[in-house]
């Protein structure tokens, strides 16, 4: 499966350290690309399009939705992964708005943990530090493999 992701992942990395962790363990040919060194990309040439991001204020990082908005092509395939410090909502509700009118086939989503000081965390000196951890990132792999089958 030809794979596109898009993704933001800057202050500790903890979604880009899933998606290189699929990107190793996959055959397929995956493309990460970055929102922000990448502005726009066709994504019409892929089978399956992923949105990742770290969760900001229960939602998506903006550049992501944006992306989403702007360059998903109608009918596609698509899924989310998303990190988080708590896992207590549906944080790909702002995903699957800015995808609505796609007519998306939604293949899934995964979620898991990541280390978090982001807004007033910050002062706390952050949540779920050592996240993800090997069992979330192995996670990740199983899940993207799973969207294979």
Known sequence: MKTAVVFYSKHHHN?????????VNS???ITLIDVTEVASASLEDYDAVGFASGIYYSKFEKRVLEFAKNYLPSGKNV???Y????????????????????NANILGEYGCRGYDTYGPFRLIGGISKNHPNEEEINGAV????SLNQ
Do not use: C, H, P, V
């Open 15 to 23: 979604t880009e350290k899933l998606l290189r962790a699929i990107k």
């Open 27 to 29: 055959k397929d040919d």
């Open 79 to 81: 899924f989310f992964i």
């Open 83 to 102: 990190t988080s410090g708590s896992k207590n909502k549906d944080y790909s509700k702002s995903i699957r708005e800015a995808i609505q009118d796609k």
């Open 142 to 145: 199983d899940f993207y493999n």
